[in-house]
T-cell receptor
Framework: GENVEQHPSTLSVQEGDSAVIKCTYS??????FPWYKQELGKRPQLIID?????GEKKDQRIAVTLNKTAKHFSLHITETQPEDSAVYFC???????????FGGGTRVLVKP | GAVVSQHPSRVICKSGTSVKIECRSL??????MFWYRQFPKQSLMLMAT?????????EQGVEKDKFLINHASLTLSTLTVTSAHPEDSSFYIC?????????????FGPGTRLTVL
């Protein structure tokens, strides 16, 4: 099945700086890659996703890039704010297509 | 739109009892729902895929007789933890995919924190 690795596990940045989280996946059949943000004790919230037919997608301060050849994708958050502090999870849908395999998560702390 | 609710949000039960958790898609139909388990400071681990009108598909290592799943309608899936034990204590989260279209997007419920004494 699909295997998703996520790095780093923790990330501390100064407010206003950028944060980058990287994920690799194993199944070349994966064609959907969402990113979720989870605050403590709350549900994961979809923040951005990308499909395999594009290499980059941007939504305000958040962008995701995808390299299908290398089987890795990254989340970029620019001009970080304290409210960006949370755990971020990447995921890939694998050959089955309809279920997600999640990375281990990255705990992001934005220091004021 | 795309709101998923989950009930109860918290439950504390005695060892040996069964606990039922409901997952509802409030404003869309969901042919497929998913049940995850999340331990503190860890990732989401898929337990099973719930399909409306058919049997659930369980991930390797998940006991189907322990975690009973029923998806009786396009807006409701239930997870019953049978004969719960302290090691079943965890955060259980469901998600739902819209039936319409080919979207892969999963919308998550708020989760249920289960504590087994």
């Amino acid at each position: 099945g699909e295997n998703v690795e996520q790095h780093p596990s923790t990330l501390s940045v100064q407010e206003g700086d950028s944060a980058v989280i990287k994920c690799t996946y194993s199944d070349s059949a994966s064609n959907y890659f969402p990113w979720y943000k989870q605050e403590l004790g709350k549900r994961p919230q979809l923040i951005i996703d990308i499909r395999s037919n594009v290499g980059e997608k941007k939504d305000q301060r958040i962008a995701v890039t995808l390299n299908k050849t290398a089987k890795h994708f990254s989340l970029h958050i620019t001009e970080t704010q304290p409210e960006d502090s949370a755990v971020y999870f990447c995921a890939a849908n694998g050959a089955a297509g309809n279920k997600l395999t999640f990375g281990g998560g990255t705990r992001v702390l934005v220091k004021p | 739109g795309a709101v998923v609710s989950q009930h109860p949000s918290r439950v504390i039960c005695k060892s040996g009892t069964s606990v039922k958790i409901e997952c509802r898609s409030l404003d869309f139909q969901a042919t497929t729902m998913f049940w995850y388990r999340q331990f503190p400071k860890q990732s989401l681990m898929l337990m099973a895929t719930s399909n409306e009108g058919s049997k659930a598909t369980y991930e390797q290592g998940v006991e189907k007789d322990k975690f009973l799943i029923n998806h009786a309608s396009l807006t409701l899936s239930t997870l019953t933890v049978t004969s719960a034990h302290p090691e079943d204590s965890s955060f259980y989260i469901c998600s739902a995919r819209q039936s319409a279209g080919v979207s892969h997007t999963q919308y998550f419920g708020p989760g249920t924190r289960l504590t087994v004494l």
